[in-house]
């Protein structure tokens, strides 16, 4: 046993070993995602079309997906500014029971998000806000709360790491030159913090684009309504469509990927946050 553990420990025979563990790991990862998508090309190739999918339904459900994926990531953003600020600079009873109530999008299935938010307008509130601003329940706006809702959890956690990040002496300053509490977060915290608020809109954004249990829940899975890319791809599948399923999977797979590669794109050609500064 001892010479084993010799040969093995002095020979560099358990470096090589783990290295070439790591590498066979590595190509097993990247050949079982590749596989993924091949085999959903080949189901899509070999399956027969139960029914016609137009052009008009695919550019519909891709301007669908962007544009509440956009109108959802941008609202959770706003929303999320002033909260984070209050979590990172201010100190109140409860904090940290308050700070796990807001854990709630991030740990609760959007399943179960989808199902509250359908109680919540079934309430006397949620009611009175439908009759007399606009309609969410089975509505387009449903789609942009329940992604926003999803997506509020992502948002608000990334800015406060951004805010916690800067230090509270650059405020301070601010202060001591006559500045408020506000002014000194509209110059001072919020220039400072720009880059990391703008990573936690796009990180939003590609969740947002394939949400998908909230948005049915309060949404529903209406063609042409409030059909997004995710919601065509469940539509299809009900239907025994597999060859529409495929299609909508693989044009979701581009437009999340291609998302994917911009977020890349914008955080490899900026510095890091505390070098920005």
């Known amino acids: 046993m001892r010479g084993i553990k010799k040969f093995w420990s002095e020979g560099g025979w358990r470096d090589k070993f783990l290295l070439f563990f790591?590498?066979?790991?590595?190509?097993?990862?990247?050949?079982?995602?590749?596989?993924?998508?091949?085999?959903?090309?080949?189901?899509?190739?070999?399956?027969?079309?139960?029914?016609?999918?137009s052009k008009n339904?695919?550019?519909?459900?891709?301007?669908?997906?962007?544009?509440?994926?956009f109108s959802s990531s941008a609202l959770a953003a706003l929303?999320?500014?002033?909260?984070?600020?209050?979590?990172?600079?201010?100190?109140?009873?409860?904090?940290?029971a308050v700070e796990t109530l807001l854990f709630?999008?991030?740990?609760?299935?959007?399943?179960?998000?989808?199902?509250?938010?359908?109680?919540?307008?079934?309430t006397p509130l949620g009611e009175f806000f439908e009759s007399h601003f606009f309609g969410v329940v089975y509505e387009v706006p449903g789609l942009v709360l329940a992604q926003g809702v999803v997506v509020f959890g992502i948002a608000v956690n990334v800015i406060k790491m951004v805010f916690n990040s800067v230090g509270p002496e650059y405020e301070e300053i601010a202060r001591t030159l006559g500045a408020t509490k506000i002014q000194a977060f509209f110059k001072v915290l919020l220039p400072l913090s720009k880059k990391g608020i703008i990573a936690a809109f796009f990180l939003a954004?590609?969740?947002?684009?394939?949400e998908f249990g909230a948005g049915v829940m309060l949404a529903g899975a209406t063609t042409m309504k409030t059909e997004t890319l995710p919601i065509a791809i469940y539509l299809n599948f009900s239907s025994a469509d597999v060859r529409g399923a495929c299609v909508f999977t693989l044009i979701s797979l581009i437009v999340s990927l291609g998302t994917l590669f911009l977020i890349k794109e914008y955080a490899e050609n900026r510095k890091p946050l505390l070098q920005s500064r």
């Open 22 to 53: 790591f590498r066979l790991i590595f190509v097993l990862t990247i050949a079982f995602f590749a596989a993924l998508i091949i085999s959903t090309i080949i189901q899509m190739q070999t399956s027969s079309s139960v029914g016609t999918i």
């Open 79 to 96: 929303i999320s500014i002033p909260v984070a600020y209050i979590l990172s600079r201010h100190k109140f009873p409860l904090k940290n």
């Open 57 to 69: 339904e695919i550019f519909f459900a891709v301007k669908l997906t962007l544009i509440t994926a």
């Open 104 to 122: 709630i999008p991030v740990v609760t299935p959007p399943v179960a998000l989808g199902a509250m938010l359908l109680m919540f307008f079934k």
């Open 205 to 210: 954004f590609a969740r947002a684009i394939g």
